[in-house]
């Protein structure tokens, strides 16, 4: 088991990664941040609204389904957001620079640290 700033520490050692945080999906809080680059308040807001649509979608559309992970692929910059499956009120928001950064090695990262992160 890991502390929120150990785990988001870790996601920063995936080459071209450049910031991560812990989100509250309920109120849009940080829970904790690493890196640089980007306002990661206003990031953490903005994502929770796109994780709410996306479960309103999913809902209306009668879907059994859990998130695994959503990417939104920036000219420069790949940001993921993942629910964690121990606790569906959070999700962690993780940027990676597209030129550097390695799609498949971030996604890993991720869901490795997700079972291992005490809130």
């Known amino acids: 088991m890991a502390t929120i700033d150990e785990s988001l520490n870790s996601l920063m050692t995936v080459n071209g990664a450049m910031a991560a945080a812990l989100v509250d999906y309920n109120s849009g809080m940080l829970l904790g941040s690493v890196g640089?680059?980007?306002?990661?308040?206003?990031?953490?807001?903005?994502?929770?609204?796109?994780?709410?649509?996306?479960?309103?979608?999913?809902?209306?559309?009668?879907l059994n389904q859990d998130i695994e992970d959503m990417l939104i692929t920036l000219s420069t910059q790949l940001h993921l957001i993942r629910p964690l499956n121990t606790d569906r009120d959070l999700f962690i928001y993780y940027v990676i620079d597209a030129s550097s950064g390695n799609l498949a090695l971030a996604r890993r990262a991720l869901k490795q640290i997700e079972s291992s992160i005490i809130v």
């Open 36 to 62: 640089s680059g980007l306002d990661l308040e206003i990031a953490a807001a903005g994502n929770t609204e796109v994780v709410r649509a996306k479960m309103k979608t999913i809902k209306m559309l009668k």
